[in-house]
Every structure is written in structure tokens, then in C-alpha cells.
């Protein structure tokens, strides 16, 4: 199968940047039989992280298998600000971590911190372990039931991705989220905000005095994120960033 080929078919499907997947494709596949499978999928609509078997994030390569949430882009601007709060000593919670991409990123940074991560899919579980060193803990549960009680007032640096699109929405996100992502990665419930609410309402009993909660939201639903926190007795503040079209809203637990 011809660049050329290649490029008219991704095209033909949909695909803005069909020259970029191009190249990315012919680098990707090993075969002509598995370069053709491989712009198939892709051109049925599949993520093309997932037809890759990986992600770009922070420069790094992040391993993403099939029907495992696709760490966005915009995400790297959560996992830049967590990166700037984490002491060497300190111990970080990526929750709802997925493929643990921003944990990845945070062992990357900050290699002597003590590092955990933890999502409700015994699938994106497995893709997070082998993304993270040896040294950190990934677990396999709801929010924070798997956790060890001994983290209890321990966090320094509690991260959450958790899903913040509304119900309401999930049609008409494009197809290749819709159709080949789980709706729980996706689902934030009515207003988008059940999962954060969640998380924010047990966090005053995972982090360590001084600790900070950091959500990523949306511009729309940021000063509910940040009344919410409010609530449970964080302090936040609101982060934007134009470059990544990302809105994240810090809580810090008074020290």
C-alpha cells in the first residue's frame, strides 16, 4: 500500500491530519498485511492510538490498548501542574488514572517520590502497570476502595481525570470516543460533575496537611469544581491554559 494510498484513504474517511497518520502508520507496521489492517481500522474509525498500540504525552510514548480511555492532549497541562507541586519526597495518587499517563509523566519528573495510581478497569489497569516503573503501585478499584488505609492523610499531590462529560453529550462526541471508548471513561453523569463530586468529597481524608487535589474540567463547569471543593473545605484555585485548551481547578488541604 502506497503514502499515497494511504493518505486518500484516511482522508476519504474523515481524517484531517491524513498525511501526519500516514507517516505515523507506515512507521507502525512491521508488514504490508499489517500496515493495510492497520489504515482499516483506522479508517472504520478506530482511535488512532489505539491502531498504534500507543500515545505521545509529554513526550512520552504511552502504551494504550484497545478499549483503554486515550490520554487527551490537554491533559498534559494537569500532569505539567502536578509535576511542579511533587516533592522528592512526596506521594502522588493519580485516580481514574486510565492508561497512567499522567503518572508516567510523574515518575518521569519526580523519580523518588512514592508513586500510586489506581482505575476502576481491570483493563486500563493492566495498560497502567506496564506504563509505570516497578516502584509504583497501580490498584483496581473504585475511586479510592483499593487503596491502603495507611495512605490515609499521606497524599501530597492527588491528581484526578475523572470523566466530565454530561450524559446528555456522549452522542455527539466525535466517533472514534463515542463508539470505541467506555462510556464510564466519558460519563460524568447529568452535569458532568457525579464522578469529580466523588472524588472531591473523600479527599480531606487522603491528603497529607499542605496536600493539593488537582481536577481537570471544563471552562463551563469550573466554579462548581471549585464550590465543591469548597464545600469539603479545600482551598482551590482555577488553571487555565490556551495552549492546551485546558481548565484545571487545585485544592489545597490547609496545613
Not at 507496521?29 to 489492517?37: D, K, R
Not at 506496564?130 to 492523610?153: E, I, K, M, S
Not at 484526578?160 to 463515542?178: D, G, H, K, Q, S
Not at 496537611?209 to 469539603?232: F, K, N, V, Y
Amino acid at each position: 500500500m502506497s503514502y499515497a494510498t494511504i493518505v486518500t484513504t484516511l482522508r476519504a474517511a474523515g481524517c484531517v491530519f491524513a498525511e501526519d497518520e500516514a507517516d505515523l502508520l507506515l512507521a507502525g507496521a512491521t508488514t504490508p498485511e499489517q500496515l493495510a489492517a492497520m489504515v482499516g481500522r483506522r479508517a472504520e474509525g478506530h482511535p488512532l492510538e489505539h491502531v498504534l498500540g500507543w500515545a505521545g504525552f509529554c513526550g512520552l510514548r504511552i502504551t494504550v490498548t484497545p478499549g483503554v480511555f486515550v490520554p487527551r492532549r490537554r491533559t498534559e497541562f494537569l500532569a505539567g501542574l502536578a509535576a511542579g507541586l511533587l516533592r522528592p519526597d512526596g506521594v502522588a495518587l493519580d485516580l481514574c488514572c486510565g492508561a497512567g499517563a499522567v503518572a508516567a509523566v510523574l515518575a518521569a519528573t519526580v523519580p523518588s517520590a512514592e508513586l500510586h495510581a489506581a482505575d476502576l478497569d481491570p483493563t486500563a489497569a493492566d495498560c497502567a502497570r506496564g506504563n509505570l516503573p516497578a516502584t509504583a503501585t497501580v490498584h483496581q478499584g473504585d475511586l479510592y476502595a483499593p487503596l491502603p488505609v495507611a495512605l490515609r492523610g499521606r497524599i501530597t499531590v492527588l491528581v484526578a481525570n475523572a470523566p466530565y462529560v454530561p450524559t446528555a453529550a456522549i452522542p455527539f462526541l466525535p466517533a472514534e470516543a463515542r463508539d470505541h471508548e467506555p462510556h464510564f471513561t466519558l460519563d460524568g453523569g447529568p452535569d458532568g460533575l457525579a464522578v469529580q463530586r466523588r472524588v472531591i468529597a473523600a479527599a480531606p481524608r487522603w491528603l497529607a496537611p499542605g496536600g493539593h487535589l488537582l481536577i481537570e474540567t471544563s471552562t463551563r463547569q469550573a466554579t462548581a469544581t471549585a464550590a465543591a471543593m469548597t464545600d469539603r473545605g479545600l482551598t482551590p484555585t482555577l488553571h487555565t491554559s490556551d495552549r492546551h485548551d485546558a481548565t484545571v481547578v487545585a485544592g489545597i488541604r490547609a496545613a
